[in-house]
């Protein structure tokens, strides 16, 4: 089965820039979505194909995609930014949706 | 703005089925959208379960395929979710949500979801 890798933890001062990196071998075809999950709440999308930022969502958030690997970036992080992040695409065939196993975003 | 609600037994005892019903309020099920639904086992990361399109096309987990039934009923504005023959390893909380676009053209990729509902399998 399809599987997207992303690193367990990435820690941050505040103020620094946050990279959370997820690859998997259909990404350089298919698009990378990214969820943020702060405890006991549900996901909420940060960005969508690949670079593309939601309203309501904040500047310092953004996406890219090379290859085979997908990145979230937190420009100036926040201490409100902690939290999961979870990057989300689909197999090459297009039929199979899978979740990163997700990072922890510390930021202190 | 749209909301999600999702209910349903909160406790299935093993072998059972886990039945859960996902309300949409706040725009129309009944054109160009997918539900979703997601699970997470206390203290792990996100599953993708399956999507049923407004249409009713369905689209499962492979992993999961041969116990998941997924429908949707347009007149409640309503989908559902049905997980048969349950172990502890299907303890998680159940989100759904809901995707917007067309069939075939965009990747159905959550959008607005329900706040979740556990859901314990335990004698």
């Known amino acids: 089965s399809y599987e997207l890798t992303q690193p367990p933890s990435v820690s941050v001062s505040p103020g620094q820039t946050a990279r959370i990196t997820c690859s998997g071998d259909a990404l350089p075809k298919k698009y990378a979505y990214w969820y943020q999950q702060k405890s006991g709440q549900a996901p909420v999308l940060v960005i969508y194909?690949?670079?593309k930022r939601p309203s309501g969502i904040p500047e310092r958030f953004s996406g890219s995609s090379s290859g085979t690997m997908a990145t979230l970036t937190v420009s100036g992080a926040q201490v409100e930014d902690e939290a999961d992040y979870y990057c989300?695409?689909?197999?090459?065939?297009?039929?199979?949706?899978?979740f990163g196993g997700g990072t922890k975003l510390t930021v202190l | 703005q749209v909301q999600l609600q999702e209910s349903g037994p909160g406790l299935v005892r093993p072998s059972g089925t886990l039945s859960l019903t996902c309300a949409v309020s706040?725009?129309?099920?009944?054109?160009?959208?997918?539900c979703i639904w997601v699970r997470q086992p206390p203290g792990k990361g996100l599953e993708w379960i399956g999507e049923i399109y407004h249409s009713g096309s369905t689209n499962y987990n492979p992993s999961l395929k041969s116990r998941v039934t997924m429908t949707v009923d347009k007149s409640k504005s309503q989908f559902s979710l049905k997980l048969s023959s349950v172990t502890a390893a299907d303890t998680a909380v159940y989100y759904c949500?809901?995707?917007?676009?067309?069939?075939?053209?965009?990747?159905?990729?959550?959008?607005?979801w329900g706040q979740g509902t556990l859901v314990t399998v335990s004698s």
């Open positions: 706040g725009a129309s099920i009944s054109s160009n959208n997918w």
């Open positions: 989300y695409s689909t197999d090459s065939s297009g039929n199979d949706r899978v």
């Open positions: 194909e690949d670079s």
């Open positions: 949500a809901r995707a917007d676009g067309i069939f075939g053209v965009v990747t159905p990729h959550p959008q607005y």
